[in-house]
């Protein structure tokens, strides 16, 4: 190959790579919501989740876009990981609709007929409008077009390929013929970090006649393969969900390939069966795009059985401190059989929890009286709290005595309050930038007296450390005549123009917020009080 050729390779590559940007950027920007909408209403199970998958990936051309959504809303709680899984296995059938687009059409228009036009009319279309759907529906036809400008230009390049490289003579040596291309496939799609890319300089180099169908088809399970490194680098330094998904990804691959590799003589007689089936071209380019689908459907088949095994491993394997602060110490589904030990561990549990709730409180008090910073482990309460509130599911559906019952009734309760401490937690700090505007005033000073006191009464009212105990009616009463007092000086200050009313509201909403929590954490402690003077009488 010479000079000329090499730059045309090279200059068709890049085409092809901008014009798969610029329409999957286009793509994305058009479909606006539907790709959320589709993955949040359409998963609830396997089979739904992996066609909403294919569906988004086909449409929008970019697997990547439909995980990142799918660990985005895992991460919102609105996915289960289990039900992302199949998505992402989903996403990877959804890949195939390149080599389809490239197979039946990017070979066989004429670049001057129909792809330039498409990057004019789709410029148009974009310039008309940059910021609108129109406009983003134009992006995607002109990278279109680009994409099957580059495909011309790899024709160009690789029409005398044969002669050139003789990549035919590589073949025929059985078994090591197939290890040869599956790697080429691998290295070109490590080397292009695109198995769009590499797939189409495969079907390119078939469709010219340079490599035989079954080089080209191990060729293919290479570059699947190769994806899987691109996973692995983005997942150093992600998120656990991230990571997860990256190692979904290089399991189903790497499982596919695998499969596909021991079956490719039976694969590439299965594809010639289903291009008679359906009266296909006969071309090497159609042949390889059956086979690139039949071999992800095939590791979709495999994964079946395997799917729930999977998504447990991965839980267990990538996980977060949080995560592992959620994770119940006391409950156990076997315990449960045994209402009065179940409803015992619930109380152990629910005690761990309540000091979560409670010293999340406390640490963000800490913020208003300047307090040294305070360990914080209330992120984890939403994870923690839906464990409880499953095994007091699993409880409740046996039966247990009436004692057992009242007792299980009163830690319902008591799960509620400390709920809705934590819930409220976070308006507590609204307040930190207005105690800093009021400076050194006598408002300030009455204020942060407020905020010690209440910090002192979160101490005794966290359950999970000593001395723990429910507040006296002096105590209260105390709290509640400082709290009024406050505010009516808060308004007066307002009135009287001495602080700004969006100061005045943030302290009266953040305080009147950390009145209502320690009500809750009050509530909670004493009936955690008078259970425990129970069990020890």
């Given at each position: 190959?010479?000079?000329?050729?090499i730059?045309?390779?090279?200059?068709?590559l890049?085409?092809?790579?901008?014009?798969?940007?610029?329409?999957?950027?286009?793509?994305?920007?058009?479909a606006?919501?539907?790709l959320?909408?589709v993955?949040?209403?359409?998963?609830?199970t396997?089979?739904?989740?992996?066609l909403?998958?294919?569906?988004?990936?086909?449409?929008?051309?970019?697997?990547s876009?439909?995980?990142v959504?799918?660990?985005?809303?895992?991460?919102?709680?609105?996915?289960?990981f289990s039900q992302s899984l199949?998505?992402i296995?989903g996403?990877?059938?959804?890949?195939?609709?390149?080599?389809?687009?490239?197979?039946?059409?990017?070979?066989?228009?004429?670049v001057?007929?129909?792809?330039?036009?498409?990057?004019g009319?789709?410029m148009?279309?974009?310039?008309?409008?940059?910021?609108?759907?129109?406009?983003a529906?134009?992006?995607?036809?002109?990278g279109?077009?680009?994409l099957?400008?580059?495909i011309?230009?790899?024709?160009q390049a690789?029409s005398g390929a044969?002669q050139?490289?003789?990549?035919a003579?590589?073949?025929?040596q059985?078994?090591w013929?197939?290890?040869?291309?599956?790697?080429?496939g691998l290295?070109l799609t490590?080397?292009?970090?695109s198995?769009?890319?590499?797939?189409?300089?495969v079907?390119t180099l078939a469709?010219v006649?340079?490599?035989?169908?079954?080089?080209?088809?191990a060729?293919?399970?290479?570059?699947?393969?190769g994806t899987?490194?691109?996973?692995l680098?983005?997942?150093i330094?992600?998120?656990?969900?991230?990571?997860?998904?990256?190692?979904?990804h290089?399991i189903?691959?790497?499982?596919?390939g695998?499969a596909?590799f021991?079956?490719?003589?039976?694969?590439?007689?299965?594809?010639?069966l289903l291009?008679e089936?359906?009266?296909?071209d006969?071309s090497?380019a159609?042949?390889?795009?059956i086979?690139?689908?039949?071999?992800?459907?095939?590791?979709?088949?495999?994964m079946?059985?395997l799917g729930n095994?999977l998504?447990r491993?991965?839980l267990r394997?990538?996980?977060?401190?949080?995560?592992?602060?959620a994770q119940?110490?006391?409950l156990?589904?076997?315990?449960?059989?045994?209402p009065?030990?179940?409803?015992?561990?619930?109380?152990r549990?629910?005690v761990?929890?309540?000091?979560m709730a409670?010293g999340?409180?406390w640490?963000r008090?800490g913020l208003?009286?300047s307090?040294t910073?305070?360990?914080?482990?209330?992120?984890?309460?939403?994870g923690?709290?839906?464990?409880?509130?499953?095994?007091?599911?699993?409880?409740?559906r046996?039966?247990?005595?009436?004692?057992?019952?009242?007792?299980?009734?009163?830690?319902?309760?008591?799960?509620r309050?400390?709920?809705?401490c934590?819930?409220?937690?976070?308006?507590i700090t609204t307040?930190?930038?207005?105690?800093?505007a009021?400076?050194?005033s006598?408002?300030?000073?009455?204020?942060d007296?407020l905020?010690?006191?209440a910090?002192?009464l979160?101490q005794?009212l966290n359950?999970?450390?000593?001395p723990?105990?429910?507040?006296?009616?002096?105590?209260?009463?105390?709290f509640?005549a400082?709290?009024q007092?406050?505010k009516?000086?808060l308004l007066t200050?307002?009135?009287?123009?001495e602080?700004?009313i969006?100061?005045?509201e943030?302290?009266?909403?953040?305080?009147?917020?950390?009145?209502?929590?320690?009500?809750?954490?009050?509530?909670?402690?004493?009936?955690?009080?008078?259970m425990?003077?129970?069990?020890?009488g």
């Open positions: 190959m010479d000079s000329n050729s730059g045309i390779l090279v200059g068709g890049g085409l092809f790579l901008l014009g798969m940007m610029l329409m999957t950027d286009g793509l994305k920007a058009a606006g919501p539907v959320g909408n993955l949040a209403s359409s998963t609830q396997r089979m739904r989740g992996l909403s998958g294919i569906i988004v990936t086909a449409l929008v051309q970019s697997s876009a439909v995980t959504a799918a660990i985005g809303f895992i991460n919102a709680g609105l996915l289960t199949w998505v296995f996403s990877n059938v959804g890949t195939t609709m390149t080599g389809w687009l490239v197979a039946l059409i990017g070979f066989k228009i004429k001057e007929l129909a792809a330039l036009p498409m990057i009319i789709g148009a279309l974009r310039l008309s409008g940059p910021e609108t759907r129109r406009g529906a134009g992006g995607a036809l002109a279109l077009g680009v099957f400008l580059g011309g230009f790899l024709q690789f044969g050139t490289f003789d990549l003579a590589l073949g025929g059985g078994l013929s197939i290890i040869a291309f599956v790697l080429a290295l490590v080397l292009m970090q198995s769009s890319a590499s797939l189409a300089v079907l469709e006649g340079a490599i035989p169908l079954q080089e080209a088809a060729a293919v399970i290479g570059a699947n393969i899987t490194v691109t996973a680098l983005a997942a330094g992600a998120t656990p969900n991230a990571r997860r998904a990256a190692a979904a290089v189903f691959n790497t499982l596919t695998l596909a021991l079956l490719l003589p039976v694969l590439i007689h299965t594809v010639d291009r089936a359906f009266a296909l006969s090497p159609v042949s390889l795009a086979f690139h689908t039949l071999f992800n459907l095939l590791g979709v088949i495999l079946w059985p095994h998504a491993f991965l394997r990538f996980h977060t401190r949080e995560e592992e602060i119940p110490r006391f156990d589904h076997n315990v449960a059989s045994v009065p030990l179940a409803v015992d561990a619930l109380h549990e629910l761990r929890f309540g000091g409670v999340g409180v640490a008090i208003l009286t307090a910073p305070r360990l914080d482990e209330s992120a984890a309460l939403p923690l709290n839906r464990s409880i509130t499953e095994f007091v599911t699993h409880l409740s046996g039966s247990m005595s009436a004692t057992t019952a009242q007792s299980l009734a009163k830690l319902l309760r008591v799960q309050y400390y709920e809705t934590g819930d409220l937690a976070p308006e307040a930190h930038a207005a105690m800093e009021l400076g050194g006598a408002l300030h000073d009455e204020i007296l905020a010690t006191a910090d002192r979160l005794q359950p999970d450390t000593e723990f105990a429910p507040l006296s009616a002096e105590q209260s009463a105390d509640e400082d709290y007092r406050i009516a000086d200050a307002g009135a009287c123009g602080i700004d969006d100061t005045m943030s302290l009266m909403r953040s305080f009147s917020t950390l009145r209502r929590v320690l009500d809750q954490a009050a509530k909670a402690a004493r009936l955690l009080d008078q425990r003077g129970s069990r020890l």
